[in-house]
C-alpha cells in the first residue's frame, strides 16, 4: 500500500516538474514557439477555411439535387387506362420519391407562359403538338449517373413511353464535382495533418538540440525516460492547443466580419455562406493538440537512453 503511494507520490512530482519545464522554455524558447503556434494556426485556419468552402459547395449541391427528376414523355396514342397504368407502377416504385402528370394542355399552357410576347409562334401548329409526360422525382441516394441511366432506360421499356429524358450530363458534372470535393478534403486534410506535425517536430527538435548538455546531466544523475521526455511532450500539447484556440478565433472572426460587414454590400452572401457548427470550433484546438503531440512524440523518439 505504501508502494502504491509512492509510486503515485513520485509521478505527480514527474508530471508538475514537467509542466513547469514546459512552461519555463516556452517562456524562455518565445521566439521559436510563437513562431510554431502561429505556423499551426494558419496551417488549421487554412484547413478550416477549406472545410467551410466545401461545406458550402456540398450543400449547394444537395439543393441543386433535390430539383433533380426524370421527365418521362407518353406516346401521342396512350388512353387514360394506360396512364393510370404508367402512374400505378411509378407511385409502387421504391426508388421514386414523387410522381407529377402533366397533361397536353398543361404543357401547352407552360410553353406559353414560358414564351410570353413570341407565344404566337405556337399558332402555326393546328393542334397541341406537346405529349403528357410524368415528372419523376428519383430518392437522393439514388442520384448515381449509372443508376439512373439504368433506370431510365427500365422505364423506356414499359407500353405507353416515348422518352426519357434525365439530364444525362448534368448528373455526370454533379457527381464529378461531389466526389472531386470529396477526394480534394481528403487530400487536403492529410496535407496539413503531415504539415502541422512535421512542423512541431521540427520545433521540438531544435529544443531538443539546444538542451542537450541539460538531458545529459539528468541521464547521469538517473533520470527515467518519462522524467526526460515528458516536459517536450507537455510543450508540444501546449503549442497545439493555442495553435488551435488562435485559429478557432480567427475562423469565427472571417466569419462574423463576412456576416456582420460584407453582407452590407452582398446581401445575398447570408444566404451562401454557413458556418461551422459550434462544436468544431471547439474540437479545433482538440485537433492541433493531437497533430503537434505525434510531432512532439516522432521528435523525442531521438533521445538515446
Known sequence: ????????????????????????????????????????????TIFCAFIIINSNMSSALQRWAKSFGVVVYLNEDINKEGEDKLKNHF????????????????????????????????????????????????????????????????????????????GEKWLSSLNTIAKTIKLGSIVFGAAIFIAVTFITYSTIKILLHRRKDEIETLKLLGASRSFIKLP???????????????????????????????????????FVVTSLPLPVYLVIPLGGAVMSLIGSFIAIGKIRY
Not at 7 to 20: A, C, D
Not at 102 to 129: C, H, R, W
Not at 131 to 152: G, I, N, Q, T
Not at 246 to 260: C, D, E, K
Open 91 to 166: 407511385l409502387q416504385d421504391t426508388d421514386i420519391e414523387a410522381v407529377k402528370y402533366i397533361s397536353k394542355e398543361q404543357s401547352y399552357e407552360e410553353i406559353k407562359k414560358t414564351l410570353g410576347s413570341n407565344a404566337m409562334i405556337l399558332d402555326v401548329f393546328k393542334e397541341n403538338p406537346l405529349p403528357s409526360s410524368f415528372e419523376l422525382k428519383l430518392k437522393r441516394d439514388y442520384l448515381d449517373p449509372l443508376r439512373v441511366k439504368e433506370k431510365a432506360v427500365q422505364i423506356k421499356q414499359l407500353d405507353g413511353v416515348q422518352e426519357v429524358q434525365y
Open 232 to 270: 517536450f511532450l507537455i510543450e508540444g500539447l501546449f503549442i497545439g492547443t493555442l495553435g488551435g484556440v488562435i485559429s478557432s478565433l480567427a475562423i469565427l472572426g472571417i466569419y462574423s466580419f463576412i456576416m456582420y460587414k460584407m453582407v452590407e454590400f452582398l446581401p445575398a452572401i447570408k
Open 1 to 44: 500500500m505504501k508502494t502504491k503511494s509512492t509510486s503515485r507520490g513520485v509521478w505527480l512530482e514527474i508530471i508538475k516538474y514537467s509542466f513547469k519545464t514546459a512552461l519555463k522554455s516556452l517562456r524562455l524558447e518565445k521566439w521559436i514557439n510563437l513562431l510554431t503556434i502561429l505556423s499551426v494556426s494558419i496551417g488549421l
